[in-house]
């Protein structure tokens, strides 16, 4: 089975900020991966960014990157330049064999113009 | 590109009542899942399935019952609603068994009162 905890419910950033979401996993698996998902007031589930764990280098899209310190089961993702659309709820993923997602609990970002 | 599609978006039932949630796909994805999101938490799984005619369950099956007669369809059906049934469904496609990103439908509120 794999956990995936965020330990902030809720955080701010000041537009224009840079602001980092926390996340630790644990997992059995040896060959696995991680995502950040975004839910805005919509619902709709939006994928942020994908790391593959076999991979060292860390993920980036655009203002979105990723901090993958897979020793310490760590995977925090960092968005810069925030903007006002970047104001949702945040989860952190992970899946292994069968794809099955398991989901942290989701940090809800505010951003403050 | 519709992706994955639910029906309805909102319900509400009445304790006892029984009903069947829709999820239709049309980017021939063997994999489906069905999750439920309650407040404060993030998604847990239903049920899956890795393709027509084979279904599996989740992490919190009770209560529910799915089916895969078509690569495309897979419909979630609630038994005798219970109250501990009220969350948010939501409906999700990846095209392989492992590490792709899971497309999400928009959800469905169901209310059980």
């Known amino acids: 089975a794999q956990t995936v905890t965020q330990s902030q419910p809720e955080m701010s950033v000041q537009e224009a900020e840079t602001v980092t979401l926390s996340c630790t996993y644990d997992?059995?698996?040896?060959?696995?991966?991680l995502f950040w998902y975004k839910q805005p007031p919509s619902r709709q589930m939006i994928l942020v960014i994908r790391q593959e764990a076999y991979k060292q280098q860390n993920a980036t899209e655009n203002r979105f990157s990723v901090n993958f310190q897979k020793a310490a089961k760590s995977f925090s993702l960092k968005i810069s330049d925030s903007q006002l659309g970047d104001a949702a709820m945040y989860f952190c993923?992970?899946?292994?064999?069968?794809?099955?997602?398991?989901f942290g609990t989701g940090t809800s970002l505010t951003v403050i113009p | 590109n519709a992706g994955v599609t639910q029906t309805p978006k909102f319900r509400i039932l009445k304790i006892g009542q029984s009903m069947t949630l829709q999820c239709t796909q049309d980017?021939?994805?063997?994999?489906m899942y069905w999750y439920r999101q309650d407040p404060g938490m993030g998604l847990k799984l239903i049920y899956y399935s890795v393709g027509a005619g084979i279904t599996d369950k989740g992490e919190v099956p009770n209560g529910y019952n799915v089916s895969r007669s078509t690569t495309e369809d897979f419909p979630l059906r609630l038994e005798l609603a219970a109250p501990s049934q009220t969350s948010v469904y939501f409906c999700?496609?990846?095209?392989?068994?492992?590490?792709?990103?899971?497309?999400f439908g928009q959800g469905t509120r169901l209310t059980v009162v």
């Open positions: 980017m021939n994805h063997n994999y």
């Open positions: 999700a496609s990846t095209q392989s068994h492992r590490g792709t990103e899971a497309f």
């Open positions: 997992t059995s698996e040896s060959d696995y991966y």
């Open positions: 993923a992970s899946t292994a064999t069968g794809n099955q997602f398991y």
